[in-house]
């Protein structure tokens, strides 16, 4: 077996040249390129070839060359087939991709369980806080501001733990779902100067903003009887009533005048008589989402706003 | 002349038909076969339990984020340890390189593993080296078509088989290939089997040892780790020459050197067994894998003849000039101390794996919130992530800021499931009287149940009306 003859890969080859010459001695070795790089360089070009009849390739007239493949998404309820293109492919990821699929499985799941048990559940509230950020940036910014915080005298503080209309999950939910309109009458015309300035300083007291006085008892009358008729509305003890929308004005919140603000007595009282002379009128209109946004948003964004500041 | 000219600028491959050798080399190559080759197809169905994953000792779930080996679970964040990793593997080849060559091509490397079980089936089917050789020369007939047919086919068999296990690296193993078979696993299962399947079957079947000569580029730079000391498998020219067969009065050695012969008997051996073709009687090549089995060949026939081995044999240039082979040399304690270090780095890293992290950030729109009661309420995320395989209970808590109250969405206790991420909202809620604008404290997590681990202490600040 030893005396077998070596075959010619055994051999080692000189170096050829091209056979060309140029002055006289210059030439070109000859180093070949192995086989298997043509067909590697081959087969480049056949997916190529594949690749233009599959997708978006050559300007043709005034158009281009579409390609056979196709993509489907849907918009509304309708399929859409169109050529291949990235616009649809995103379209169509954010539709069925994976995170899209489990978003979706969160949100079925959180609009089966009430609210008690999303409570009662961190992951779910993680879900609301996270989604909710994007809805309220799209639907509730504009107004309430980026972070909630609302606008004094227009758009109310959604960060405290004040509720106009409630603060629990489900009354959250209603005043999302229908929208909410605020009102109270002017009374400039009702109440005497001297009145209003009684009444203004009456309410002070009741956040103890400014002492008992003379004043605040005349107040307080005009407050809990015929003569101003408050109480109708903010009750007797000027706690408000969630079912009106009536302002509490015992606590240290201030929705409309901006009394933290003011330094000093006067402009306190001449902020909260303002509000008193000429109502609040046309300036507390929440609109109803519910044709903006889904049920189950509508429940989600219950969920964060609950989160934000303090629900009840 | 079109077809001179194709003939001319592209070289046709010229099949090596590998002839096969018993030795010492051989044996411990079969080994080192045989475990990578275990470890390989078999490491993908060892089960280790888990609470939250796949029972799938080694594990790498590209969807889920999770990567795990035994005991150990990983995320994207712990991607530095394949730095790590790769700065060790790259210390280890340039280590081992500069002291004994082409380890790693001969013994380790994936191609020449795969090419040998390859030829080994084709020796199978078609025979011994001579065999090959007639049956490649034949022309076409039923028997040869017969025979390639069932060398493809099994080549065919071992590509598949490859190309799937590495599929079930990345999903756990049992299920997969189930759904595989019922085609209803992801494209991805089926794009990777198919490729690793063709990719096998032409670099280990097909084009063998061009992929070392050609395609490798660890192949010409190893050659930059080779110094005088380095060990190259190489023919001894100075006992070999000159070389002439064993004739009628030139078989003792004294008779040879008597007329001026040296010990080759030029049989051819060591150049027959050579998996990429070359004759190792002419000095160090590039095409060399230092896979040793000429060593072995050059053995055996020394063997036969009564003479000692070492004709081809592992050695160094400046073993070959007479000179001792330094293993101790700049290079070598370079390379090792940067590779211990780099094995220290990595090890201590992942021994100090933490058990969870927690972030606390700060909700700065609006920074403070005025409460009903007059009270400043401040809001912070804490994002919590367990790390680990079993279940983290813990407690938040405050520090440095009395007379403050915390509200964790009324949970007293928050828990993670094994490697679960969760944001907590806290609030934290303050007299407004007393020091004003801001007020540092910490917030601290207490891991209280599940997973043993250190309380984490995160500083934040509180803001009051200025």
Not at chain 1, 158 to 181: F, P, V, Y
Not at chain 1, 296 to 308: D, F, G, P, R, S
Not at chain 2, 87 to 111: E, K
Not at chain 2, 345 to 361: F, K, P, R
Request: glycine share 10%; charged share 20%.
């Amino acid at each position: 077996m030893m005396n077998e003859k070596t075959t010619k890969q055994q051999k080692s080859t000189a170096v050829q040249t091209t056979g060309h010459a140029w002055d006289g001695d210059l030439q070109e070795f000859n180093n070949p390129l192995p086989r298997w790089w043509l067909w590697s360089f081959y087969a480049t070009v056949v997916f190529a070839l594949i690749y233009w009849l599959l997708y978006p390739s050559w300007p043709w007239r005034d158009s281009w060359l579409h390609g056979l493949k196709t993509v489907t998404f849907t918009v509304g309820k309708e399929k859409v087939t169109t050529d291949w293109n990235t616009r649809a492919v995103l379209i169509q990821e954010l539709e069925e991709g994976r995170s899209a699929t489990v978003q979706r499985e969160f949100m079925e799941k959180i609009a089966k369980v009430d609210f008690g048990e999303i409570q009662k559940n961190p992951e779910m509230l993680a879900f609301a806080r996270s989604v909710g950020k994007g809805l309220f940036g799209t639907n509730c910014a504009a107004c309430h501001g980026r972070g909630g915080q609302g606008v004094v005298g227009l758009y109310p503080n959604l960060t405290d733990d004040d509720w106009l209309w409630g603060g629990s999950m489900e009354k959250i939910q209603e005043t999302l779902t229908n929208g909410r309109n605020g009102f109270m009458p002017a009374f400039g015309e009702t109440l005497n100067p001297q009145q209003l300035d009684d009444v203004a300083t009456y309410v002070l007291t009741l956040s103890a903003e400014a002492p008992q006085s003379e004043a605040s008892d005349r107040g307080r009358e005009l407050f809990q009887g015929y003569g101003g008729g408050c109480y109708a509305c903010h009750g007797k003890d000027g706690k408000g009533q969630q079912s009106l929308g009536s302002a509490n004005l015992t606590d240290r919140i201030w929705t409309i005048a901006n009394v933290p603000e003011k330094q000093t007595l006067e402009d306190k009282k001449a902020a909260v008589k303002q509000v008193i002379a000429n109502g609040v009128q046309n300036r507390r209109v929440m609109p109803a989402w519910k044709d903006r946004m889904s049920p189950n948003e509508i429940k989600l964004m219950a969920v964060y706003l609950h989160q934000l500041g303090g629900g009840q | 002349m079109a077809q001179e000219a194709t003939e001319v600028l592209y070289q046709k491959r010229i099949p090596i038909f590998p002839r096969s050798v018993k030795g010492i080399f051989r044996r411990l190559k079969y080994g080192i076969l045989i475990l990578a080759y275990g470890i390989y197809f078999l490491l993908p169905w060892l089960r280790w339990e888990r609470l939250n994953a796949p029972d799938q000792a080694v594990l790498f779930d590209i969807p889920g984020r999770h990567f795990y080996i035994f005991g150990l679970a990983m995320e994207p964040q712990d991607v530095i340890w394949i730095g790590g990793l790769l700065v060790i593997a790259a210390m280890l080849l340039f280590f081992v390189t500069g002291i004994a060559g082409r380890v790693f091509c001969g013994y380790f490397c994936f191609q020449t593993l795969w090419t040998e079980v390859f030829v080994l089936i084709e020796r199978l089917i078609q025979g011994e080296r001579p065999a090959r050789i007639r049956l490649a020369q034949a022309p076409w007939s039923a028997a040869k078509l017969g025979k390639l047919g069932a060398t493809w086919g099994l080549w065919l068999l071992v590509a598949f088989w490859t190309g799937s296990t590495f599929t079930l690296y990345w999903d756990n193993a049992p299920e997969l290939i189930v759904a595989m078979a019922r085609g209803e696993a992801p494209f991805a299962a089926y794009a990777t089997t198919l490729f690793l399947s063709a990719t096998t079957f032409v670099m280990a079947g097909l084009a063998r040892e061009q992929v070392c000569t050609y395609m490798c580029p660890y192949a010409r730079f190893q050659s930059a780790m080779f110094d005088k000391d380095t060990l190259i498998v190489a023919y001894d020219e100075r006992r070999g020459e000159s070389r002439h067969k064993p004739a009628r009065n030139l078989k003792s050695r004294e008779q040879r050197r008597a007329q001026g012969m040296g010990d080759c008997v030029d049989c051819g051996y060591c150049v027959q067994v050579c998996p990429t073709g070359i004759d190792i009687r002419n000095g160090l090549q590039l095409q060399c894998i230092s896979c040793a089995l000429c060593i072995d060949a050059c053995n055996t026939i020394m063997d036969s003849l009564g003479w000692p081995h070492g004709l081809v044999g592992y050695t160094s240039e400046n073993a070959q000039q007479g000179g001792a082979t330094r293993i101790i040399k700049p290079k070598t304690i370079g390379y090792g101390v940067i590779l211990l270090t780099a094995i220290a780095v990595l090890g201590w890293s992942i021994a100090h794996q933490v058990a969870y992290n927690a972030t606390v950030e700060q909700i700065r729109q609006p920074l403070y919130a005025t409460l009903s009661d007059g009270r400043i309420q401040n809001s912070y995320e804490i994002k919590l992530n367990n790390r680990v395989t079993r279940p983290l209970t813990v407690r938040i808590g405050l520090e440095d800021l009395p007379g403050a109250e915390l509200d964790v969405g009324g949970l007293e206790q928050v828990t993670l499931e094994p490697q679960q991420r969760l944001q907590v909202l806290a609030k934290v809620r303050r007299a407004a009287a007393g020091k004003q604008g801001q007020q540092h404290f910490t917030f601290v997590i207490t891991p209280v149940g599940g997973v043993q681990a250190e309380p984490a202490h995160r500083p934040s600040v509180f803001y009051l009306p200025e």
